[in-house]
């Protein structure tokens, strides 16, 4: 593991009329099974389908239909709880949650409420490079998703497409551990990065697969440490809760906006509402969106239809041998054998195609630390030029190695390289043969390269003088040698041969 600091989480302070408060936010991130088929039916979960294709009969809650529980999304839920380190529950249940849904056919939604699936874990929060901080993770529920209500095709009407509904989420719910805005942010991030290493969910926000709801509530200064003695949550101050948010920086502007609106309401002597609100990034300013339920509003109670679930540690065990390499183990694995630095390892982790890609490259080109540098500043920053993803690439893992091992065996020099690069990005073939084809290998003969050198210094004997008084105008003439030999010299060469021949 990486040598981390385990910082204690720092409250944002934000500071009203009259006093000095601090933030305090738990965050439920709800996401979305990697499954091709529901929760409780055989329905697809294919995006993008036409409204109401995927249906099956228990989602549209047909008299006598009886779900039945998806074994590959419960092995996906486990797999998420051993990826956070949190206790697996070998016996779980299922309740109905109660409430008017108008596009979730049944009347309520089946649920975990009394017994989770998923118990209590862990995540390491990355703030800084060598800084994290440990939020701790309550539960993990599984659930099924409610449909989706439409109210733009028509002035009069709304329609209703089911075909989420019934599809199986991982309800996954903090402790109110984190203390500001970016805090808040970089665990969603955070998590999404461990649920997409893990394949237990491909976090898509934009489509809906992955968003979070974030509960809000202010205290004065003191107060949370009384919390974390007691476990009391009187001493946090009344939450309001951000209804599914999926954005990062709207998440962290309605955090600040709802703490800000708080505060105001209670130096001004009133109390707060415990509710669900709704941010809206047009007006920057969350509204409310209904009182906020607590359990027994729902009437929930066991699920008549489901048995308990009841799992084996056996077949836990088995799971737990097909995890992959965590990103903070990778990253610091990254560090150790290639020495990296701990920034350039994060963002070859950020995402696992990025990891997988780099590692290729090293294995093709032999130098790590170049196979970062190139992978980093070349690749990343002219696929984003070029609005491509690295599963998009057009060089190839092979083909950017092979770059890098001309370079190792100095075949080439890095001005050269780069010139390779882009007819390897915009033409393909390999760098060994554009080398060949195109006499770009570098010079290293010395009696070439000390010709090249002499007749630079032979025509300026003006500038001569000037580099004796001022050593760093040596590198005027490297250049100027450079320059005539095409950019094929070896730069070494060049240097040292200028300073020999200067006297400096």
């Known amino acids: 593991?990486?040598?981390?600091?385990?910082?204690?989480?720092?409250?944002?302070?934000?500071?009203?009329?009259?006093?000095?408060?601090?933030?305090?936010?738990?965050?439920?991130?709800?996401?979305?099974?990697?499954?091709?088929?529901?929760?409780?039916?055989?329905?697809?979960?294919?995006?993008?389908?036409?409204?109401?294709?995927?249906?099956?009969?228990?989602?549209?809650?047909?008299?006598?239909?009886?779900?039945?529980?998806?074994?590959?999304?419960?092995?996906?839920?486990?797999?998420?709880?051993?990826?956070?380190?949190?206790?697996?529950?070998?016996?779980?249940?299922?309740?109905?949650?109660?409430?008017?849904?108008?596009?979730?056919?049944?009347?309520?939604?089946?649920?975990?409420?009394?017994?989770?699936i998923v118990g209590e874990g862990e995540i390491l929060v990355d703030m800084a490079p060598g800084i994290a901080r440990l939020v701790r993770i309550e539960r993990i529920h599984l659930e099924q998703d409610a449909g989706k209500s439409i109210h733009d095709m028509d002035p009069a009407m709304s329609f209703v497409d089911l075909n989420r509904t019934g599809v199986a989420l991982m309800e996954i719910v903090s402790?109110?551990?984190?203390?500001?805005?970016?805090?808040?942010?970089?665990?969603?991030?955070?998590?999404?990065?461990?649920?997409?290493?893990?394949?237990?969910?491909?976090?898509?926000?934009?489509?809906?697969?992955?968003?979070?709801?974030?509960?809000?509530?202010?205290?004065?200064p003191g107060q949370y440490e009384k919390y974390m003695e007691t476990q009391d949550f009187g001493h946090l101050g009344t939450r309001c809760e951000l209804k599914n948010m999926n954005s990062m920086r709207f998440i962290q502007m309605a955090i600040?906006?709802?703490?800000?609106?708080?505060?105001?309401?209670?130096?001004?002597?009133?109390?707060?509402?415990?509710?669900?609100?709704?941010?809206?990034?047009?007006?920057?300013?969350?509204?409310?969106?209904?009182?906020?339920?607590?359990?027994?509003?729902?009437?929930?109670?066991?699920?008549?239809?489901?048995?308990?679930?009841e799992i084996e540690q056996g077949w836990v065990d088995d799971i737990a041998k097909t995890l992959p390499?965590?990103?903070?183990?990778?990253?610091?694995?990254?560090?150790?054998d290639f020495g990296l630095s701990e920034y350039d390892a994060s963002v070859l982790t950020?995402?696992?195609?990025?990891?997988?890609?780099?590692?290729?490259?090293?294995?093709?080109?032999?130098?790590?630390?170049?196979?970062?540098?190139?992978?980093?500043?070349?690749?990343?920053?002219?696929?984003?030029?070029?609005?491509?993803?690295?599963?998009?690439?057009?060089?190839?893992?092979?083909?950017?190695?092979?770059?890098?091992?001309?370079?190792?065996?100095?075949?080439?020099?890095?001005?050269i390289a780069k010139d390779v690069f882009e007819i390897l990005f915009t033409e393909g073939g390999t760098a060994e043969a554009i080398v060949e084809a195109r006499g770009l290998k570098q010079v290293t003969d010395t009696g070439a390269i000390e010709a090249a050198v002499d007749a630079v210094i032979d025509a300026n004997p003006a500038q001569v003088e000037k580099a004796k008084q001022n050593p760093k105008l040596a590198g005027w003439f490297v250049g100027q040698v450079m320059k005539s030999t095409g950019g094929k010299a070896n730069p070494k060469a060049v240097n040292d041969l200028v300073a020999a021949k200067l006297g400096l």
């Open 256 to 309: 600040d906006y709802e703490a800000r609106r708080q505060i105001q309401i209670l130096e001004a002597g009133g109390e707060i509402e415990q509710e669900t609100r709704l941010y809206d990034p047009d007006k920057n300013e969350t509204r409310s969106m209904r009182s906020k339920e607590e359990a027994h509003d729902y009437r929930y109670f066991p699920d008549p239809d489901l048995l308990p679930l």
């Open 325 to 336: 390499e965590l990103p903070d183990d990778k990253k610091a694995r990254f560090v150790k």
């Open 175 to 220: 402790r109110p551990d984190i203390r500001g805005p970016e805090e808040a942010a970089a665990y969603v991030v955070k998590m999404r990065q461990i649920l997409r290493y893990l394949g237990t969910c491909d976090g898509n926000m934009q489509n809906g697969n992955m968003r979070a709801d974030v509960n809000v509530s202010v205290c004065r």
């Open 1 to 116: 593991m990486l040598d981390l600091t385990y910082e204690t989480p720092k409250p944002k302070v934000i500071a009203g009329a009259k006093h000095d408060w601090e933030l305090v936010i738990g965050m439920e991130v709800h996401a979305q099974v990697s499954s091709q088929a529901k929760l409780f039916s055989g329905g697809s979960t294919r995006f993008g389908a036409e409204p109401n294709s995927n249906v099956a009969f228990v989602d549209a809650a047909m008299p006598g239909m009886l779900p039945v529980i998806n074994e590959y999304c419960v092995e996906q839920a486990v797999r998420t709880g051993l990826g956070l380190k949190a206790q697996i529950n070998l016996f779980s249940a299922f309740d109905r949650k109660n409430y008017f849904y108008p596009d979730l056919p049944q009347g309520y939604q089946i649920s975990q409420l009394y017994h989770p």
């Open 350 to 415: 950020a995402e696992v195609a990025n990891a997988v890609f780099f590692e290729e490259v090293v294995g093709a080109g032999k130098d790590g630390k170049l196979a970062a540098n190139w992978v980093i500043n070349e690749l990343f920053g002219r696929l984003k030029k070029d609005d491509l993803e690295i599963t998009d690439s057009p060089v190839s893992p092979a083909q950017l190695g092979g770059l890098i091992a001309l370079i190792v065996k100095g075949d080439i020099n890095g001005k």
